[in-house]
Antibody
Framework: EVQLVQSGAEVKKTGESLRISCKGS????????IGWVRQRPGKGLEWMGI????????KYSPSFQGQVSISADKSIGTASLQWSSLKASDTAVYYC??????????????????WGQGTLVTVSS | QSFLSQPPSASGTPGQRVTISCSGS????????VSWYRQVPGSAPKLLIH???QRPSGVPDRFSASKSGTSASLAIRGLQSDDEADYLC???????????FGGGTKLTVL
């Protein structure tokens, strides 16, 4: 079974650093992009960025560039999302998800499946 | 970050057919395929449809979807009480280097 398992909930103070993780199993981890998605309380899904574990090629959504760092350790089949200085506005559930897809005649045929179970990050002052 | 446009809510009675719309632009839905996800509050989203109209194994054929131009729609026939959830559309957006999601439609089974 293809599965992504994320690390547990975190409670942090503003200004602290944090790394959360996402471990893949049931497939060749190096061969699929992994994306990170934020969901603030009661809000929609926001794409943060993606990483290709095979060569650590990383692409960020403009809203998240410089705000977070995405990395992967292919030796242990794990992707990570990291903050150096948390803000209260970082309070959210963070999901990792495996990207699948192919180029089509024009554009892209992309989707994410499966998703990790989510990691709740709570940041308070 | 902007979102694809979805109605915030939809409803139907058991056995009915409901449709949920998703509207974008030429640079996202107009160029790329659409996927649909089901999210029960407090849980992770799950893939329902990919490649505009393809159901992964395990998804009942009560769920179908289509795309035309810059819009897409999800149809659920034979509505059941456990279909209550949020339904989200998504498409690739090159400016995001990732998927652009709809705001979600909360489906209520009356």
């Amino acid at each position: 079974e293809v599965q992504l398992v994320q690390s547990g909930a975190e409670v942090k103070k503003t200004g602290e650093s944090l790394r959360i993780s996402c471990k893949g199993s049931g497939y060749i981890f190096n061969n699929y992009w992994i994306g990170w998605v934020r969901q603030r309380p009661g809000k929609g899904l926001e794409w943060m960025g993606i990483i290709y574990p095979g060569d650590s090629d990383t692409k960020y959504s403009p809203s998240f560039q410089g705000q977070v760092s995405i990395s992967a350790d292919k030796s242990i089949g794990t992707a990570s999302l990291q903050w150096s200085s948390l803000k209260a506005s970082d309070t959210a559930v963070y999901y990792c998800a495996r990207l699948s897809g192919v180029p089509v005649a024009v554009g892209w045929d992309n989707w994410v499946d499966p998703w990790g179970q989510g990691t709740l990050v709570t940041v308070s002052s | 970050q902007s979102f694809l446009s979805q109605p915030p809510s939809a409803s139907g009675t058991p056995g009915q057919r409901v449709t949920i719309s998703c509207s974008g632009s030429t640079s996202n839905i107009g160029t790329n395929t659409v996927s649909w996800y089901r999210q029960v509050p407090g849980s992770a989203p799950k893939l329902l449809i990919h490649s505009n109209n393809q159901r992964p194994s395990g998804v009942p054929d009560r769920f179908s979807a289509s795309k035309s131009g810059t819009s897409a729609s999800l149809a659920i026939r034979g509505l059941q009480s456990d279909d209550e959830a949020d339904y989200l559309c998504a498409t690739w957006d090159g400016s995001l280097n990732g998927l652009l999601f709809g705001g979600g439609t909360k489906l209520t089974v009356l």
